[in-house]
């Protein structure tokens, strides 16, 4: 306790931390302090590499706020969220977590953006017996280090983004198969695990790696692996990637005219912005998703209703996990009847470990781990707009493969 005592006070000496509390009574969507709110805590990179990312899961946990508190709150109490801002920093992270929990005494905390950023936050909150609620530590790394109170709101986890796709690339007939395929993952956890997951899967089946280049997360200039994978003249390209890394990626294997016969990249189509950033060049890539904003689930309906009214665009995949985070979070204080530090998290934690809770990307149950026990949807851009492909029980579309020339 001295230890992290000692940090808290060093991290509010320096006058570091920026707080945003939003008490979304009502629809007014102004700031407000009760004491008998439920003070959810939370960190976000709202600044730093994950900054765009880090936006659409505040702007996810604003709208459940909001909606929540619309409905009659929590035990017939508001809602009110504490975020601080960890500028995508895994040192913030944790000393912004301590001050939360152990200083500012929230009632709840729900987790971050990015597996790096999302492990070191969950061992503050396994230390203080916290329930541990998550939108986007996907990697698989984070169900490896032994977590009791973590969950993942989202279908799956990164290493089976993919699973789909790989299904229908070697359900192929022999003659239409890749053969070979390049690789580039940023040195991120969830970015590796996307694209590895994918890559385990096919070279199991004997599609040959020509390329696999790993690359910083503050990389900005691709020409030399776009270099690369043009010249190796790979079937397919897979690329591991956040927002931008992916833009950046995508734009200079275009200037090369590379044209593989698929091009599938995480995260960065599904960004609202993605189109006008590669030139609206789109045409054929694919991309995991676990969010549809026409999703049949109940709850779907008035969260893109009411989100859209309160942003003024329909939300996106960071956007549903951090709602569908709250969801889950909700679902447990009502059924335990509790919602404050104590005895009442492991109630809370037990509570998640053992049911099933309806949200707007589904229905969610998790392992011993965590990890949640579905699989994502696969999207491809076709026509100028991205369309569910796969699986076949969801998809808006037949996926194009090869992909057209983009």
Not at 63 to 69: D, H
Not at 140 to 156: D, H, I, R, S, W
Request: glycine share 10%.
């Amino acid at each position: 306790m001295t230890t992290r005592y000692r940090r808290m006070q060093w991290m509010t000496a320096l006058g570091v931390t920026t707080t945003l509390a939003l008490g979304a009574c009502g629809g007014g969507g102004e700031s407000s302090t009760s004491d008998d709110s439920i003070v959810i805590g939370i960190s976000l990179p709202l600044t730093g590499d994950f900054s765009e990312p880090g936006k659409g899961v505040q702007r996810g946990y604003e709208a459940w706020a909001k909606i929540t508190n619309e409905n009659g709150g929590l035990l017939g109490r508001q809602v009110e969220l504490k975020i601080l801002d960890d500028q995508s920093n895994a040192d913030r992270v944790v000393a912004d977590y301590e001050q939360l929990i152990g200083q500012d005494q929230v009632d709840l905390v729900v987790g971050p953006f990015s597996t790096r950023l999302v492990v070191p936050a969950a061992r503050v909150a396994e230390e203080y017996g916290m329930l541990f609620v998550e939108p986007a530590g996907a990697a698989k790394e984070v169900f490896e280090q032994g977590f009791k109170n973590l969950f993942y709101a989202a279908p799956a986890v990164a290493n089976d983004h993919y699973n789909h796709l790989a299904d229908y690339l070697l359900a192929l007939p022999e003659d239409q198969r890749p053969k070979t395929a390049a690789y580039a993952a940023m040195d991120d956890p969830f970015a590796q695990g996307t694209a590895y997951g994918l890559k385990e899967k096919l070279e199991a089946a004997g599609i040959r790696t020509l390329v696999n280049e790993v690359y910083p997360p503050n990389t900005t200039d691709f020409g030399s692996i776009a270099a690369k994978i043009a010249a190796s003249k790979a079937d397919i390209v897979v690329g591991g990637s956040q927002y931008q890394d992916g833009v950046n990626l995508i734009v200079a294997l275009q200037q090369l005219q590379y044209q593989p016969k698929l091009a599938a990249f995480s995260t960065a189509p599904t960004n609202p912005e993605f189109a006008a950033a590669i030139g609206n060049k789109t045409e054929g890539i694919l991309s995991p998703t676990g969010y549809a904003q026409d999703a049949p689930y109940p709850s779907n309906q008035e969260f893109v209703q009411k989100y859209t009214a309160q942003f003024g665009s329909a939300p996106e995949e960071d956007e549903a996990n951090a709602y569908t985070t709250g969801q889950v979070v909700a679902a447990a204080v009502t059924a335990v009847g509790c919602a404050e530090q104590g005895e009442c998290q492991q109630k809370l934690v037990d509570w998640v470990r053992n049911n099933t809770v309806e949200t707007v990307v589904g229905p969610l149950s998790w392992d011993e781990t965590g990890k949640p026990k579905g699989a994502h949807m696969i999207q491809q851009w076709l026509g100028g707009e991205i369309k569910i492909v796969l699986p076949a029980n969801a998809k808006e579309a037949d996926l194009v493969y090869p992909k057209p020339a983009w």
